[in-house]
Structure formats: structure tokens, C-alpha cells
């Protein structure tokens, strides 16, 4: 699985509740695009996107806050999985 | 030893957060509804919810032991033994009516009947029973889990015994109450109603767009969302049916409903639930972000 695929898939979800393309460095969260009710719609679409398990030590809003984390969080789950 | 073993009706959005907050201070809850479908999805909130709360390090549980604590079934004979239940089905008093004779019969004498509702009187409710001094209202805020103050209503025949064991039983969840006497719309929706009203009917005279209403009531009266996200969020066709109730009710011109409600509601446009209200929430499905 490339980043570039775990950032255009991102992107498209994200694109179901943001109405502007979202630059992969812009923290989602403090540009108030989405509320952290959001997060765990995100989660769970990254768990099954990608086929990992977010544990309750990975819940923290810096895994999640750009397209790069987001990014990077689940090339690191997948790396462990693997 | 306050109660323990709680009956939750309803596994909607105020039922399920009824249920969690139960079993997250260590009650014993038995979530009914109508379909497995409705319970399975139910608890599947409820785990999402409780896998949410990891955010906060202070509030993270194992979904799984909370969950233990929770009985989903469709069946009321499961009530044989509470002590309290809480009713939270939809506001229609025709199927409130059901669930309370429903109630009444499996329950044990001593059990009270505590009604989430947003406007029915409770001393109609309790006149669907046998038992109206052990009926009271408990109106819970939403999200239940997060909001720790309760609007507690008093109906004409409720007793100070049961008032007492509602309190006791709001302070074993962790949150305190409001005691108000019974009248259409309590004191939280009749005031709140009015006001969401009354700001429809701004964006409906152009008189301000409903971002800048908003803005107001956050900016210069601290409050900490305006009057139509509010309206968003509990859902402009669940507004309209309070709105009815409450104009039935006094038959107040103050309660008629702004058109402007009706007709975004008549649109389809509910608010959060639907994806757009007054403000844009999703384009095709999801969860909210900004107007």
C-alpha cells in the first residue's frame, strides 16, 4: 500500500464532509472543518480502508489532525501488522 | 444501596446514551426496542461512543466490559426485576401510552417510571398507569454521557418518594437535577422552542443570514451554540413536532411555527440528520463540519 493511495483515499472520504479540497498539511481540526464527533467516523473508515485496528493508545488527535498524520499513522499500523 | 438494575425504553439517540451512562457508573441496564436490527445497531454506537472517549487518556474504557453491563433484548418481560425504568421512544403519545400499560404490567409494583420526554405532560403519562405517584419526568440533555444536569418534572401525582429516589438515582450517574412542576413544554423546551422560533422567522424577514444570529448569541451572550444549530442539531422535524405540541397545548400564537421551519422541514432539509437544516453539514453522508 503506497502513502499515495492512503492520502487520495482519505482525501475522497474527507471530501464527503468538506466542501474544499483539504491541502495534506492543514490540521482539520483547528481550521474547524470537521468536529472531533468526526474523529471517530474517521477512525473507523481508516480501520476499514486499510485494514487496521486503532487501539485506545493510538486515540490521540495528532495520529489524525492532517492528511500527512493520518498518512503516516496508518503506514506505521500497517508496517506493525505486517 | 441506591438502584441498581435500570430499564432504558428506546434505543434511539437519548436511549443509547441513557443505557451508556448507566453502565459506565456501574448499573446494570436492559436496553429494549422493537427490532435485533435497531439493538444491534445500538450497541454498536454505544461501543463507537465509548471508543471515542479514548481521545480524553482520563476517559478511556474497554468497550467490552461496559458493554457486559448492558442487556439488549426486545422482550419486556426482561423488566420483571428493576427498579427504575427510563422511557425514551418517540414523542407520539399514542405509542407512549403502549409502552407505559406495557410497563405497568411487567413491573414491579415499587419500580418508577421516569419519562424522557421533551413536552408530554407527565401527569397525562402517569395517567396511562396505575402507578402515577411513582411516574416523574427526567428530561436528559443530549449527549446523555457528557451533560450532567437533568430537568426533573414533577407531575401532579408524583410523590416526594419518588422525587427522592430520582434524585438519589441521577447522583449515583454523576449529575444533578432541576425540579420543575409539570406544564407543556417543561421549562427547557418551551423556552428553547421559542427561541429557535423566533430566529427562523429572522432568516425568514432577511432581517440577518443564520451564521450572524448565531454569532450573536455565541459572541455577545457567551452561549456556547446559537439558536438555529441548536435547532440543527435536535432536528427541525423533531422542532416542529414540539412547536405543535406546544401550540396545541396553550394555544399561544407565541408557539405558532415559523413557515420557514416547515417548509425545510416539508424539503427534507432536518438539519444534522439529514445532512443540511439551516446550515450544510454533508454533502453525501456523514458527520458535520463546518457552515
Given at each position: 500500500?503506497?502513502?499515495?493511495?492512503?492520502?487520495?483515499?482519505?482525501?475522497?472520504?474527507?471530501?464527503?464532509f468538506?466542501?474544499?479540497?483539504?491541502?495534506?498539511?492543514?490540521?482539520?481540526?483547528?481550521?474547524?472543518?470537521?468536529?472531533?464527533?468526526?474523529?471517530?467516523?474517521?477512525?473507523?473508515?481508516?480501520?476499514?480502508?486499510?485494514?487496521?485496528?486503532?487501539?485506545?493508545?493510538?486515540?490521540?488527535?495528532?495520529?489524525?489532525?492532517?492528511?500527512?498524520?493520518?498518512?503516516?499513522?496508518?503506514?506505521?499500523?500497517?508496517?506493525?501488522?505486517? | 444501596?441506591?438502584?441498581?438494575?435500570?430499564?432504558?425504553?428506546?434505543?434511539?439517540?437519548?436511549?443509547?446514551?441513557?443505557?451508556?451512562?448507566?453502565?459506565?457508573?456501574?448499573?446494570?441496564?436492559?436496553?429494549?426496542?422493537?427490532?435485533?436490527?435497531?439493538?444491534?445497531?445500538?450497541?454498536?454506537?454505544?461501543?463507537?461512543?465509548?471508543?471515542?472517549?479514548?481521545?480524553?487518556?482520563?476517559?478511556?474504557?474497554?468497550?467490552?466490559?461496559?458493554?457486559?453491563?448492558?442487556?439488549?433484548?426486545?422482550?419486556?418481560?426482561?423488566?420483571?426485576?428493576?427498579?427504575?425504568?427510563?422511557?425514551?421512544?418517540?414523542?407520539?403519545?399514542?405509542?407512549?401510552?403502549?409502552?407505559?400499560?406495557?410497563?405497568?404490567?411487567?413491573?414491579?409494583?415499587?419500580?418508577?417510571?421516569?419519562?424522557?420526554?421533551?413536552?408530554?405532560?407527565?401527569?397525562?403519562?402517569?395517567?396511562?398507569?396505575?402507578?402515577?405517584?411513582?411516574?416523574?419526568?427526567?428530561?436528559?440533555?443530549?449527549?446523555?454521557?457528557?451533560?450532567?444536569?437533568?430537568?426533573?418534572?414533577?407531575?401532579?401525582?408524583?410523590?416526594?418518594?419518588?422525587?427522592?429516589?430520582?434524585?438519589?438515582?441521577?447522583?449515583?450517574?454523576?449529575?444533578?437535577?432541576?425540579?420543575?412542576?409539570?406544564?407543556?413544554?417543561?421549562?427547557?423546551?418551551?423556552?428553547?422552542?421559542?427561541?429557535?422560533?423566533?430566529?427562523?422567522?429572522?432568516?425568514?424577514?432577511?432581517?440577518?443570514?443564520?451564521?450572524?444570529?448565531?454569532?450573536?448569541?455565541?459572541?455577545?451572550?457567551?452561549?456556547?451554540?446559537?439558536?438555529?444549530?441548536?435547532?440543527d442539531l435536535?432536528?427541525?422535524?423533531?422542532?416542529?413536532?414540539?412547536?405543535?405540541?406546544?401550540?396545541?397545548?396553550?394555544?399561544?400564537?407565541?408557539?405558532?411555527?415559523?413557515?420557514?421551519?416547515?417548509?425545510?422541514?416539508?424539503?427534507?432539509?432536518?438539519g444534522r440528520k439529514s445532512g443540511q437544516g439551516f446550515y450544510l453539514y454533508r454533502r453525501?453522508g456523514g458527520a458535520p463540519s463546518g457552515s
Amino acid at each position: 500500500m503506497s502513502r499515495e493511495k492512503v492520502l487520495a483515499e482519505t482525501q475522497s472520504f474527507l471530501g464527503q464532509f468538506i466542501a474544499v479540497e483539504v491541502a495534506d498539511d492543514v490540521d482539520i481540526f483547528a481550521a474547524g472543518l470537521v468536529n472531533s464527533l468526526f474523529a471517530m467516523q474517521l477512525v473507523l473508515f481508516l480501520e476499514s480502508a486499510f485494514a487496521i485496528r486503532v487501539e485506545n493508545e493510538d486515540l490521540d488527535f495528532d495520529n489524525f489532525r492532517t492528511l500527512n498524520a493520518i498518512a503516516g499513522f496508518v503506514e506505521r499500523k500497517v508496517a506493525i501488522a505486517a | 444501596m441506591g438502584v441498581q438494575k435500570v430499564g432504558v425504553i428506546g434505543a434511539g439517540v437519548m436511549g443509547i446514551g441513557v443505557a451508556q451512562s448507566l453502565a459506565q457508573t456501574g448499573h446494570q441496564a436492559i436496553l429494549i426496542d422493537l427490532s435485533e436490527d435497531i439493538l444491534a445497531r445500538a450497541r454498536q454506537e454505544i461501543r463507537n461512543h465509548i471508543r471515542l472517549q479514548g481521545f480524553n487518556k482520563q476517559k478511556r474504557a474497554d468497550p467490552d466490559e461496559i458493554l457486559s453491563r448492558i442487556a439488549f433484548t426486545t422482550d419486556y418481560t426482561a423488566l420483571a426485576d428493576t427498579e427504575l425504568v427510563v422511557e425514551n421512544v418517540v414523542e407520539r403519545w399514542d405509542v407512549k401510552a403502549g409502552v407505559y400499560a406495557r410497563l405497568d404490567a411487567v413491573c414491579p409494583g415499587e419500580c418508577v417510571f421516569a419519562a424522557n420526554t421533551s413536552a408530554i405532560s407527565i401527569t397525562r403519562l402517569g395517567s396511562a398507569t396505575a402507578r402515577a405517584d411513582k411516574v416523574i419526568g427526567m428530561h436528559f440533555m443530549n449527549p446523555v454521557p457528557l451533560k450532567m444536569t437533568v430537568e426533573v418534572v414533577r407531575g401532579y401525582h408524583t410523590s416526594e418518594h419518588t422525587l427522592d429516589i430520582a434524585k438519589a438515582f441521577l447522583a449515583q450517574l454523576g449529575k444533578d437535577c432541576i425540579v420543575v412542576n409539570d406544564a407543556p413544554g417543561f421549562v427547557a423546551n418551551r423556552l428553547s422552542h421559542v427561541f429557535m422560533n423566533e430566529a427562523a422567522n429572522l432568516v425568514l424577514e432577511q432581517v440577518a443570514e443564520p451564521k450572524d444570529i448565531d454569532e450573536i448569541f455565541k459572541k455577545c451572550y457567551g452561549h456556547a451554540m446559537g439558536p438555529l444549530e441548536t435547532a440543527d442539531l435536535i432536528g427541525l422535524d423533531t422542532v416542529v413536532d414540539t412547536l405543535q405540541i406546544l401550540y396545541e397545548s396553550f394555544q399561544d400564537p407565541k408557539f405558532r411555527c415559523s413557515p420557514l421551519l416547515r417548509k425545510l422541514v416539508d424539503a427534507g432539509r432536518y438539519g444534522r440528520k439529514s445532512g443540511q437544516g439551516f446550515y450544510l453539514y454533508r454533502r453525501t453522508g456523514g458527520a458535520p463540519s463546518g457552515s
